[in-house]
Protein backbone atom coordinates (compact mmCIF):
# COMPACT_ATOMS: atom_id res chain seq x y z
CA UNK A 1 0.00 0.00 0.00
CA UNK A 2 2.65 2.21 1.16
CA UNK A 3 4.75 1.82 -2.15
CA UNK A 4 1.85 4.09 -3.99
CA UNK A 5 3.69 6.96 -2.41
CA UNK A 6 7.44 5.83 -2.65
CA UNK A 7 9.33 5.31 -5.95
CA UNK A 8 9.58 2.20 -7.25
CA UNK A 9 13.73 2.20 -6.54
CA UNK A 10 12.45 2.23 -2.89
CA UNK A 11 12.38 -1.13 -1.05
CA UNK A 12 9.22 -1.57 0.49
CA UNK A 13 7.73 -4.28 2.93
CA UNK A 14 4.55 -3.92 5.09
CA UNK A 15 2.00 -6.42 6.81
CA UNK A 16 -1.53 -5.78 8.11
CA UNK A 17 -1.18 -8.49 10.89
CA UNK A 18 1.51 -9.82 13.46
CA UNK A 19 2.83 -13.44 11.63
CA UNK A 20 3.72 -16.06 14.00
CA UNK A 21 7.10 -17.53 14.47
CA UNK A 22 9.18 -14.21 14.02
CA UNK A 23 12.39 -13.87 16.03
CA UNK A 24 14.44 -11.34 16.88
CA UNK A 25 18.04 -11.74 17.35
CA UNK A 26 19.64 -10.97 20.92
CA UNK A 27 20.87 -7.30 20.43
CA UNK A 28 16.84 -6.89 19.49
CA UNK A 29 15.93 -9.30 22.02
CA UNK A 30 17.50 -7.10 24.54
CA UNK A 31 15.52 -3.70 23.74
CA UNK A 32 12.31 -5.31 24.19
CA UNK A 33 13.14 -7.44 27.23
CA UNK A 34 11.14 -6.13 29.67
CA UNK A 35 8.04 -4.93 27.14
CA UNK A 36 4.43 -5.33 27.23
CA UNK A 37 3.68 -7.72 24.03
CA UNK A 38 1.85 -5.45 22.15
CA UNK A 39 4.95 -3.28 22.12
CA UNK A 40 6.93 -7.36 21.29
CA UNK A 41 4.67 -7.93 18.72
CA UNK A 42 5.33 -4.66 16.60
CA UNK A 43 8.63 -4.03 17.14
CA UNK A 44 9.43 -7.67 15.72
CA UNK A 45 7.13 -7.34 12.56
CA UNK A 46 8.63 -4.21 11.69
CA UNK A 47 11.80 -5.56 11.85
CA UNK A 48 10.90 -8.52 10.10
CA UNK A 49 9.71 -5.94 7.42
CA UNK A 50 12.74 -4.31 7.46
CA UNK A 51 14.73 -7.42 7.05
CA UNK A 52 12.53 -8.22 4.06
CA UNK A 53 13.43 -4.89 2.54
CA UNK A 54 17.11 -5.42 3.00
CA UNK A 55 16.56 -8.45 1.30
CA UNK A 56 15.22 -6.80 -1.75
CA UNK A 57 18.31 -4.52 -1.65
CA UNK A 58 20.31 -8.01 -1.56
CA UNK A 59 21.72 -7.19 1.82
CA UNK A 60 21.82 -10.39 4.61
CA UNK A 61 19.44 -10.10 7.67
CA UNK A 62 21.05 -8.62 10.44
CA UNK A 63 19.86 -6.66 13.90
CA UNK A 64 18.22 -3.65 13.17
CA UNK A 65 18.82 -1.36 16.56
CA UNK A 66 18.08 2.52 17.88
CA UNK A 67 20.59 4.99 18.06
CA UNK A 68 20.18 8.24 19.16
CA UNK A 69 16.64 9.49 19.72
CA UNK A 70 15.65 5.79 19.08
CA UNK A 71 16.32 6.02 15.57
CA UNK A 72 17.20 2.63 13.61
CA UNK A 73 20.71 1.90 12.75
CA UNK A 74 20.82 0.70 9.38
CA UNK A 75 23.48 -1.62 7.03
CA UNK A 76 26.27 0.94 5.85
CA UNK A 77 25.28 2.19 2.31
CA UNK A 78 21.44 1.97 3.25
CA UNK A 79 19.04 4.80 4.74
CA UNK A 80 15.51 4.34 5.61
CA UNK A 81 12.23 4.27 8.10
CA UNK A 82 10.40 2.17 9.79
CA UNK A 83 6.92 2.54 11.01
CA UNK A 84 4.13 1.09 12.87
CA UNK A 85 0.48 1.42 14.15
CA UNK A 86 -2.90 -0.59 15.04
CA UNK A 87 -2.87 -3.06 12.25
CA UNK A 88 -0.31 -2.27 10.20
CA UNK A 89 3.66 -2.24 10.27
CA UNK A 90 6.04 -1.23 7.38
CA UNK A 91 9.93 -0.46 6.73
CA UNK A 92 10.94 1.00 3.62
CA UNK A 93 14.51 1.52 2.70
CA UNK A 94 16.62 2.48 0.15
CA UNK A 95 20.60 2.65 -0.77
CA UNK A 96 22.22 5.73 -0.05
CA UNK A 97 23.67 6.05 -3.45
CA UNK A 98 19.68 6.47 -5.11
CA UNK A 99 18.58 8.23 -1.64
CA UNK A 100 19.61 11.30 0.91
CA UNK A 101 17.22 9.91 3.29
CA UNK A 102 13.62 8.28 3.47
CA UNK A 103 10.76 9.25 6.23
CA UNK A 104 7.39 7.25 6.38
CA UNK A 105 4.39 7.14 8.68
CA UNK A 106 1.68 6.03 9.52
CA UNK A 107 -1.35 6.17 11.63
CA UNK A 108 -4.88 5.25 12.42
CA UNK A 109 -7.45 6.93 10.18
CA UNK A 110 -9.33 8.82 13.40
CA UNK A 111 -9.13 12.57 14.10
CA UNK A 112 -6.61 13.54 16.93
CA UNK A 113 -7.22 13.14 20.88
CA UNK A 114 -8.38 16.67 22.20
CA UNK A 115 -5.81 19.18 22.49
CA UNK A 116 -3.15 17.25 20.05
CA UNK A 117 -3.71 19.28 17.31
CA UNK A 118 -2.92 22.82 19.66
CA UNK A 119 -0.10 20.49 20.88
CA UNK A 120 1.85 20.41 17.81
CA UNK A 121 0.18 22.57 15.15
CA UNK A 122 1.39 26.57 14.19
CA UNK A 123 -1.50 28.64 14.02
CA UNK A 124 -1.49 28.59 10.35
CA UNK A 125 -1.36 24.86 10.04
CA UNK A 126 -4.58 24.85 12.47
CA UNK A 127 -6.83 27.33 9.87
CA UNK A 128 -5.75 25.56 6.75
CA UNK A 129 -6.67 22.10 8.20
CA UNK A 130 -9.96 23.51 9.34
CA UNK A 131 -10.32 24.88 6.16
CA UNK A 132 -9.67 21.37 4.65
CA UNK A 133 -11.28 19.72 7.73
CA UNK A 134 -14.96 22.08 6.32
CA UNK A 135 -14.27 20.98 2.27
CA UNK A 136 -13.75 17.44 2.77
CA UNK A 137 -14.94 16.38 5.79
CA UNK A 138 -14.17 12.44 5.25
CA UNK A 139 -11.09 12.41 5.88
CA UNK A 140 -9.56 13.52 9.14
CA UNK A 141 -6.59 16.20 8.55
CA UNK A 142 -5.53 16.98 11.42
CA UNK A 143 -4.17 13.17 11.95
CA UNK A 144 -3.01 13.72 8.24
CA UNK A 145 -1.02 16.74 9.43
CA UNK A 146 0.24 14.94 12.33
CA UNK A 147 1.29 12.02 10.17
CA UNK A 148 3.17 14.11 7.79
CA UNK A 149 5.70 16.20 10.76
CA UNK A 150 6.71 12.61 11.78
CA UNK A 151 7.52 11.69 8.65
CA UNK A 152 9.44 14.82 7.98
CA UNK A 153 11.18 14.59 11.33
CA UNK A 154 11.97 11.07 10.28
CA UNK A 155 13.77 12.41 7.35
CA UNK A 156 15.22 15.04 8.66
CA UNK A 157 17.18 13.49 11.63
CA UNK A 158 19.59 11.35 9.96
CA UNK A 159 20.56 13.93 7.68
CA UNK A 160 21.21 16.16 10.79
CA UNK A 161 21.60 14.56 14.08
CA UNK A 162 19.14 16.93 15.43
CA UNK A 163 15.88 17.16 17.01
CA UNK A 164 13.23 19.26 15.02
CA UNK A 165 10.51 20.32 16.99
CA UNK A 166 6.76 20.22 15.83
CA UNK A 167 6.72 24.19 15.52
CA UNK A 168 9.91 24.29 13.15
CA UNK A 169 8.45 22.74 10.33
CA UNK A 170 5.33 24.53 8.44
CA UNK A 171 3.02 21.80 6.35
CA UNK A 172 1.23 22.88 3.73
CA UNK A 173 -1.19 19.97 2.56
CA UNK A 174 -2.67 19.80 -1.01
CA UNK A 175 -5.61 17.36 -1.24
CA UNK A 176 -4.17 16.17 -3.99
CA UNK A 177 -2.33 13.94 -2.48
CA UNK A 178 1.12 15.98 -1.37
CA UNK A 179 2.57 17.91 1.35
CA UNK A 180 5.63 20.83 1.44
CA UNK A 181 6.79 21.56 4.53
CA UNK A 182 8.91 24.59 4.84
CA UNK A 183 11.96 24.22 7.16
CA UNK A 184 11.75 27.03 9.84
CA UNK A 185 15.22 26.36 10.84
CA UNK A 186 18.36 25.91 9.20
CA UNK A 187 18.34 22.60 7.74
CA UNK A 188 20.82 20.38 5.93
CA UNK A 189 23.18 20.76 3.20
CA UNK A 190 22.79 18.20 0.12
CA UNK A 191 25.53 18.74 -2.79
CA UNK A 192 26.36 21.75 -1.79
CA UNK A 193 22.61 23.30 -1.37
CA UNK A 194 21.15 23.93 1.58
CA UNK A 195 17.68 22.32 2.33
CA UNK A 196 14.91 24.56 2.81
CA UNK A 197 11.73 22.18 2.43
CA UNK A 198 10.27 18.64 2.23
CA UNK A 199 7.78 17.52 -0.24
CA UNK A 200 6.14 14.30 0.66
CA UNK A 201 2.73 12.19 -0.41
CA UNK A 202 0.30 10.76 1.55
CA UNK A 203 -2.88 8.23 1.11
CA UNK A 204 -5.84 7.76 3.24
CA UNK A 205 -7.29 3.76 2.75
CA UNK A 206 -7.93 1.02 4.72
CA UNK A 207 -8.41 2.93 7.89
CA UNK A 208 -5.22 4.40 8.17
CA UNK A 209 -3.05 7.61 7.05
CA UNK A 210 0.51 6.93 5.25
CA UNK A 211 2.75 9.76 4.37
CA UNK A 212 6.33 9.79 3.17
CA UNK A 213 9.27 11.85 1.78
CA UNK A 214 11.82 10.53 -0.12
CA UNK A 215 14.78 13.20 -1.06
CA UNK A 216 17.23 11.72 -3.90
CA UNK A 217 21.17 11.39 -3.46
CA UNK A 218 22.39 14.78 -5.57
CA UNK A 219 24.69 13.68 -8.14
CA UNK A 220 27.48 15.27 -9.23
Known sequence: MIEQILPPSAAVSESFEDP??????PEEEALVANSVQKRRREFTTVRHCARRALGELGVEPVPIVSGARGAPIWPAGIVGSMTHCDGYRAAVLGRAAAFATLGVDAEPHAPLPEGVLDAI????ERT???ALAAAR??????RLLFSAKESVYKAWFPLTGRWLDFAEADIVVDPAGTFVAELLVPGPVLGGVPVTAFTGRFLVGRGLVLTAISIPTPTA
Open 20 to 25: AGLTLF
Open 121 to 124: ALPA
Open 128 to 130: RTA
Open 137 to 142: PTVCWD
